[in-house]
Each structure stands twice: as C-alpha cells, then as structure tokens.
C-alpha cells in the first residue's frame, strides 16, 4: 500500500523559510513523479512543484519560481520542498502526490500539511 507523509509545516513570518518532507513507502517509485500542491482556504488546489524520482528535471509554477526548490533523496525515498522568502499568500495545505509512469494525473496522495505565513 502506498504511503505519502508529509511533515515540516508550521508557521513562519514572512520572509522566513521552511522545509517540507514527503516521505514514500509502499512500492518502488522508479519513474514516478513526485508533486507539491497546495490549497487555501476558498480556493482549488493548484500545482506548485515536480520532480522525477529517476531522471533530473524539476518544474515549478510560476508564482513559486525562484523561491521554493524540490529536491529528492533516493536512499531516503524522501521528496523535499524548500521554501523561502515566504509570503502571506503562499498559506496553505501543502500536499505531496505521486504520478505513476505514463498516468495523466497523481495517482497518490498524502493527508497535507498545513503552512502559514503571517505578515
């Protein structure tokens, strides 16, 4: 059964940073790729970073470019988002999800944590 469990989410000033893990169980992620989403309060959950479990490549919306970097550790089968210069906007539950090869979609997620930025 795959697991995804996501920790390190709290709350922070702006400007300041976090990290986020996701740690992945249950099968052998060799071609997945892994996501970072988010939601807020009213509003639909929307993408904010990728990276593949085998290949090198990350991708990152826009409003994240720059700031946040997703990172892997194999050994660790763990998924990383680095966050800074965070802002009061970037509030939200933060989800990790995994995409199996060849899938449209994330075929997997994880319950969320939740990450606040005060201002």
């Known amino acids: 059964q795959v697991q995804l469990v996501e920790s390190g989410g709290g709350l922070v000033q702006a400007g300041g940073s976090l990290r986020l893990s996701c740690a992945a169980s249950?099968?052998?992620?060799?071609?997945?790729?892994m996501g970072w989403f988010r939601q807020a309060p009213g509003q639909e959950r929307e993408f904010v970073a990728r990276i593949n479990w085998s290949v090198s490549g990350t991708y990152y919306a826009d409003s994240v470019k720059g700031r946040f970097t997703i990172s892997r550790d194999n050994a660790k089968n763990t998924v990383y988002l680095q966050m800074n210069s965070l802002k009061p906007e970037d509030t939200a539950v933060y989800y990790c999800a995994a995409s199996k090869p060849g899938s449209y979609g994330y075929n997997y997620w994880g319950q969320g944590t939740q990450v606040t930025v005060s201002s």
């Open positions: 249950g099968r052998t992620f060799s071609g997945y790729f």
